[in-house]
């Protein structure tokens, strides 16, 4: 009986300390579909670190170690972040876009195949906060360099009841807000 609870033991051991990899070589899973999540949610989120949290988000960055690898195919920029099994648009727009543009420019990178896939979407907000980094590191932004640093901030799937997340790069930050207008950085899971 000691030796089965011993071989336990290892095994529980073993699957607790290595982490395990997907497919695409990501260790890291994060949330892919969109939901409306309350502040307490977010301030709850996985994989940041929280300098200073308030009542409409908070101040923070990825602990995520990303291991991004600037991709061109047919033309068209993207970012592979090995870490999460993600794909970026390494742009973003150019511009903000009203909720119906944004729908309609993503639905024109699917359509055109965008890096030679159909699958584009808003990021959720557990996506756009993994792209927070702990120092400014694009230019003013805490953002790597190998994204485009036109974008102050992020526009996300995910609602705050009739809001909607963003992830602002300038000041580090998760935030809620009424949306107008945004700019927009694509992602795709890649499977």
Known sequence: MRKYLLHVLIISFVFIVIPITSATGGSITL??????LSVSEVHS???????KIDGYGFY?????????????????????DNATGLMWHQSGSRKYMTCKKTKKWIKKLNKSAYAGYQDWRLPTVDEAASLLESSKKNGD???DPVFSGEQLWIWTG?????????VGFRHGRVNWHDVYSRYIRPVRSMK
């Not at 995910?158 to 809001?163: G, S, W």
Request: charged share 15%.
């Open 31 to 36: 949330r892919s579909y969109y939901r409306n």
């Open 45 to 51: 989120m996985p994989n940041v670190s929280i300098r």
């Open 60 to 80: 923070g960055h990825s602990t995520i170690n990303h291991d991004y690898n600037l991709i061109t195919i047919g033309g068209n920029m993207a970012v592979v």
């Open 141 to 143: 932004l805490y953002i």
């Open 158 to 166: 995910d609602k705050c009841d009739y809001t909607a997340w963003f």
